[in-house]
């Protein structure tokens, strides 16, 4: 059983570009969040996807979106960097209906 | 009232001691309580969790006490090693819609050989 795999590790991006994260969800599990966990804080969720389709979104500028695959594979874009996106960011697997999300490893996406 | 408030912020202990981190939530509607354990360099993963009937939950060394009425939870982990040095985020959530997660701020925890 695999678990969540994040790509990149790390990443360096200049204020206003665009960046893609992804995720790879753990075997079995069809439910797709990420979550945003700036230096010294809690994750911070900012939405999630079942069936490919965003199911629930938390307190984030539309300039964040994502998209989810058939594979239950994920995406997270963000537009139009900011400094303050500088943050780990996390991709957590579960199965619909249930409790216990699978989290990778993060991105640490720095904008400078 | 969305807040799940975490303290203490840091805590250093013995090794052999107990570590206490405390939680304390506003919305009654939470119905699932979680505790994260997060290496540097590595996301955060589930250690134990409770519902609000319970009051107590021991898995090995690590105990969650509840106070319904109170409104708080807290961590226990007994007998506390080196390797348990880590931060720690106790969180909230709904069992239903998205099972999303209210997280607290983090407890960072050392342990002391």
Redesign the interface.
């Known amino acids: 059983e695999t678990g969540?795999t994040q790509s990149p590790t790390h990443l360096i991006k200049t204020r206003g570009q665009q960046v893609t994260l992804r995720c790879s969800s753990q075997s079995g599990h069809n439910t797709v969040?990420w979550y945003q966990q700036a230096l010294?804080?809690?994750?911070?969720?900012i939405f999630?996807y079942y069936r490919e389709e965003e199911?629930?979104r938390?307190n984030f500028p539309p300039r964040f979106s994502g998209l989810q695959f058939p594979n239950y594979s994920s995406e997270l874009n963000v537009n139009a960097l900011e400094l303050d996106d500088s943050a780990l960011y996390?991709c957590?697997s579960?199965l619909a209906?249930?409790?216990?999300?699978t989290?990778?490893?993060?991105t640490r996406l720095t904008v400078v | 009232q969305q807040q799940v408030k975490q303290s203490p912020q840091s805590l250093i202990v013995q090794k052999g001691g107990i570590s206490i981190i405390n939680c304390a939530y506003e919305n009654t509607a939470f119905d699932y309580f979680p505790w994260y354990q997060q290496f540097p360099g590595k996301g955060p993963a589930l250690l134990i969790a409770i519902r609000p009937d319970v009051s107590e939950k021991k898995e090995g060394r690590f105990t969650i006490s509840f106070n319904k009425s109170a409104k708080q939870f807290s961590l226990h982990i007994m007998d506390s090693q080196p390797g348990d040095s880590a931060t720690y985020f106790c969180a909230a959530s709904y069992t239903s819609g998205t099972y999303k997660y209210i997280f607290g701020t983090g407890t960072r925890l050392k342990v002391l050989a």
């Open positions: 969540v969040s010294g804080q809690g994750p911070q969720f999630q199911n629930g938390g996390l957590a579960s209906g249930l409790h216990g999300y989290f990778g490893s993060g």
